[in-house]
């Protein structure tokens, strides 16, 4: 059974920083891209990062694109999520998600396994 585990959301001022994190078990973390979606409310689920399994290649959205930073760390099986200069539109829930592929790609269709989401909350 794969879990994925999101933490280190919360309410932040306009301008600040926030690091989200993913714990993984139940599969070999390390062999698989992971990636980092959001989803706020009324809209649908959005693309906003991924990593390949070595950690090599990344990919951003536009809108997030020298303001969020993906990492991973395989001897923890973790993935992270540094999201500086917080704007309000980047409020949501945001969900890790584990890919069957070696590199990410962005549809969410092609992530098997989803995390509970965190929410962040970006006051103005």
């Known amino acids: 059974q794969v879990q994925l585990v999101e933490s280190g959301g919360g309410l932040v001022q306009a301008g600040g920083s926030l690091r989200l994190s993913c714990s993984a078990s139940?599969?070999?973390?390390?062999?698989?891209?992971m990636a980092w979606f959001r989803q706020a409310p009324g809209k649908e689920r959005e693309f906003v990062a991924t990593?390949?399994?070595?950690?090599?290649?990344?990919d951003y959205a536009d809108s997030v694109k020298g303001r969020f930073t993906i990492s991973r760390d395989n001897a923890k099986n973790t993935v992270y999520l540094q999201m500086n200069s917080l704007k309000p539109e980047d409020t949501a829930v945001y969900y890790c998600a584990g890919s069957v592929w070696r590199v990410g790609v962005r549809p969410p269709a092609e992530y098997a396994y989803w995390g509970r989401g965190t929410q962040v909350t970006v006051s103005s």
């Open positions: 139940g599969r070999t973390f390390s062999s698989y891209a």
């Open positions: 990593i390949s399994w070595s950690g090599g290649s990344t």
